[in-house]
C-alpha cells in the first residue's frame, strides 16, 4: 500500500530520517571532507542496509542518498564521469529497500530524491545560475524516470538558488519539500529563513522548512519565525544532532573543552564532533514542540542515528520496527527493579 505525499502530511505527519551523509561516513565508507556519497556504487550493501535502519527506526520516507551527487561534487574529486551511474544506483537503492520494507510492514515508504546546495550558485553571476539549473535539471530528471514520489532540496542557503530547485522540481511535475539553512547570523546569504520560506510556499512549494546546520536549541527561534509568518501550508524542520549553542549556533565552529587529541585544523567539524552529540530524548522533546507548533514533517539531519530517528517517531506515539529494541532498563543487574534481580549487586548502583 502506498499514499502520496500530501495525503501523509494531511492524515498523520512525514517523518523523515536523514543525516545519510554523516551516517555512512560514520560507518567508514564516506570520505568525511569531500563528502561524496559514491558508497552508491562502492558499497551498496552499506546504503541499503543504512536506508533499511532508518526505515525501521520509523522513517516514513527512503530518501534516496543524492545529497552532494551532483556534478560540481564529482567534478571536484575528478570523476564526473559517474554522475549519472551514482544517481540512479542510489535512487534504485531507495526503491529496492523501500519494496522490501513494504513487504513486511503492508506500507510503503515514500521515496525521495535528494538534492542540495550546488556551491556554485553566485547571486551576481548569471551564468552560475544558468549552471545550477542545468544541475539541477538533470539529477530531478533521473529521480522522476525512478518513479519517486517527490523531490526533498534541501540545506540550500540562497533563497534565489532555492527559487531554481523548485521550478525544476515543478517542471518535472513533482511535489516539493524545500528546506533552506541559516548560517550564523541566523540567516541565508540572500534572505532571512522566514522571508525565505514563506517565498517558496507562495511560489507552490509542498513542504518548506528549515534543515541541517542547527540543532533544537538554535533551531527553535528560527522555526518560531517562520511559523509566524507561513499560516498557509506544510512546514518541516530537521535539526543536526550535535549541540550548538547561543555562542555556536551552528554545528561549524563548535569547540570541545574535553578534547585531549590534536584535531587536524583545529576544527571539530566535521571528524570530531562525537562530543558534542544530542542524546535521544533531546531529539523526541523537540519532535513534539515543534509537532505541537504545527510542522508536520519532521526528522533528524546530519548527526542522526538509528536511536535519534526511533526516538523523533516513538515522540508521536509511533512503535517502529526498532522500539522492539527501545531501552528496558528493569533488567539491568545493578539499576533494574525485576524480583530476581541480586540485591547485593543493586546496592553497588551509587559506587559505579
Known amino acids: 500500500m502506498s499514499t502520496s505525499l500530501e495525503t501523509r502530511l494531511a492524515s498523520g505527519g512525514v517523518i523523515c530520517a536523514g543525516g545519510y551523509l554523516f551516517e555512512v561516513e560514520r560507518r567508514g565508507y564516506i570520505r568525511a571532507g569531500e563528502f561524496v556519497p559514491t558508497v552508491a556504487l562502492e558499497h551498496p550493501e552499506v546504503l541499503a542496509q543504512v536506508t533499511r535502519d532508518f526505515l525501521r527506526a520509523g522513517s516514513d520516507v527512503a530518501l534516496a542518498?543524492?545529497?552532494?551527487?551532483?556534478?560540481?561534487?564529482?567534478?571536484?574529486?575528478?570523476?564526473?564521469?559517474?554522475?549519472?551511474?551514482?544517481?540512479?544506483?542510489?535512487?534504485?537503492?531507495?526503491?529496492?529497500?523501500?519494496?522490501?520494507?513494504?513487504?513486511?510492514?503492508?506500507?510503503?515508504?515514500?521515496?525521495?530524491?535528494?538534492?542540495?546546495?550546488?556551491?556554485?550558485?553566485?547571486?551576481?553571476?548569471?551564468?552560475?545560475?544558468?549552471?545550477?539549473?542545468?544541475?539541477?535539471?538533470?539529477?530531478?530528471?533521473?529521480?522522476?524516470?525512478?518513479?519517486?514520489?517527490?523531490?526533498?532540496?534541501?540545506?540550500?542557503?540562497?533563497?534565489?538558488?532555492?527559487?531554481?530547485?523548485?521550478?525544476?522540481?515543478?517542471?518535472?511535475?513533482?511535489?516539493?519539500?524545500?528546506?533552506?539553512?541559516?548560517?550564523?547570523?541566523?540567516?541565508?546569504?540572500?534572505?532571512?529563513?522566514?522571508?525565505?520560506?514563506?517565498?517558496?510556499?507562495?511560489?507552490?512549494?509542498?513542504?518548506?522548512?528549515?534543515?541541517?546546520?542547527?540543532?533544537?536549541?538554535?533551531?527553535?527561534?528560527?522555526?518560531?519565525?517562520?511559523r509566524a509568518r507561513v499560516t498557509d501550508g506544510y512546514l518541516g524542520t530537521l535539526p543536526v544532532a550535535y549541540r550548538t549553542t547561543g555562542e555556536h549556533p551552528t554545528m561549524f565552529n563548535l569547540p570541545d573543552p574535553h578534547n585531549t587529541a590534536t584535531i587536524p585544523n583545529g576544527r571539530t567539524f566535521p571528524a570530531a564532533l562525537e562530543g558534542q552529540q544530542c542524546n535521544r530524548y533531546e531529539l523526541g522533546e523537540f519532535t513534539k514542540t515543534v509537532w505541537d507548533m504545527g510542522f508536520r514533517f519532521v526528522g533528524v539531519c546530519c548527526g542522526g542515528s538509528v536511536i535519534h530517528h526511533r526516538a523523533v517517531a516513538e515522540a508521536l506515539g509511533r512503535q517502529p520496527y526498532a522500539s522492539k529494541y527501545s531501552p528496558d532498563m528493569s533488567k539491568h543487574f545493578m539499576y533494574g527493579t525485576d524480583a530476581s534481580l541480586k540485591p547485593h549487586m543493586q546496592a553497588h548502583g551509587e559506587e559505579a
Open 65 to 226: 542518498f543524492t545529497y552532494n551527487g551532483h556534478r560540481e561534487k564529482l567534478r571536484i574529486i575528478g570523476q564526473e564521469d559517474l554522475l549519472e551511474k551514482l544517481n540512479r544506483a542510489a535512487l534504485r537503492i531507495a526503491n529496492h529497500v523501500a519494496d522490501e520494507e513494504a513487504a513486511s510492514s503492508g506500507m510503503r515508504a515514500l521515496v525521495a530524491g535528494n538534492i542540495s546546495n550546488t556551491n556554485i550558485f553566485d547571486p551576481d553571476d548569471p551564468a552560475s545560475h544558468v549552471t545550477v539549473r542545468d544541475m539541477y535539471r538533470e539529477m530531478i530528471g533521473w529521480a522522476a524516470e525512478a518513479g519517486v514520489d517527490y523531490m526533498q532540496a534541501e540545506t540550500i542557503y540562497y533563497l534565489e538558488e532555492a527559487k531554481i530547485a523548485l521550478e525544476e522540481i515543478q517542471r518535472a511535475g513533482l511535489p516539493s519539500v524545500m528546506m533552506v539553512a541559516a548560517f550564523a547570523d541566523g540567516n541565508l546569504r540572500d534572505s532571512t529563513p522566514e522571508d525565505a520560506c514563506e517565498a517558496l510556499s507562495q511560489l507552490g512549494a509542498t513542504v518548506v522548512g528549515v534543515n541541517c546546520f542547527r540543532e533544537p536549541k538554535t533551531m527553535l527561534p528560527l522555526l518560531e519565525r517562520v
